[in-house]
């Protein structure tokens, strides 16, 4: 499996960082960081691939390098607009772009409180167009007892959908 992660400019870029480094080591991945987006330290996965957010040349920008999935997390409401009315002016929505067209996997995690009128209308249009709504939100029931827990809980949501399997949370049963 081929998988390209967009982190951008919204609180929780850690969790982007995070999704990166609980992926299996079987799994292709690729990373793209928007210059809004705080600075991430390297990935511990060696199987990472770091793009420039500039980069619109990168191989990912091209939907004949043949993505699987394409998860942007967090997904700042700049970014969610930008995909939402077609731009790709940076790597983030480019990615976001070719995902829509090439009609594969796509999975935006917006980050914000609240959310504006504008931000859910974009969500609303881009959830009829097929792509996957999953902000951070935090699960009770998995009984989590710190942030590292509750993040994995998160984690595990995003990959359950995504279909990459993994036991990041404790299941309801
Ligand atoms: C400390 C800080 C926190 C921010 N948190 C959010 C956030 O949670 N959600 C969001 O949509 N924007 C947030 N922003 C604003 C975005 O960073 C800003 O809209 C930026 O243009 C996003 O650019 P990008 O989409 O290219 O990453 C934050 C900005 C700062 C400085």
Request: proline content about 4%; hydrophobic content about 45%.
């Amino acid at each position: 499996m081929k998988i390209v992660v967009a982190i951008t400019g919204a609180s929780g870029v850690q969790l982007g960082k995070k999704f990166v480094e609980y992926l299996p080591s079987e799994i292709e991945v690729h990373v793209v960081v928007s210059k809004n987006a705080l600075t991430v330290d390297s990935f511990e996965n060696k199987k990472v691939t770091l793009h420039d957010s500039d980069n619109i040349a990168a191989s990912i920008s091209s939907g004949s390098f043949g993505v699987d999935a394409t998860a942007i997390i967090p997904c700042s409401m700049n970014t969610l607009a930008k995909v939402a009315c077609g731009i790709s002016d940076n790597l983030p929505s480019r990615i976001a772009a070719v995902a829509l067209k090439e009609q594969k996997k796509l999975l935006l995690a917006p980050r914000e409180l609240p959310f504006s009128a504008i931000a859910l209308e974009n969500m609303q249009k881009l959830a009829t167009l097929g792509v996957i709504i999953a902000p951070p939100v935090m699960g009770y029931y998995a009984d989590a007892s710190s942030l590292e827990e509750m993040e994995k809980f998160i984690i595990g949501k995003w990959y359950d959908v995504l279909g990459i399997k993994n036991n990041l949370y404790e299941r309801w049963s």
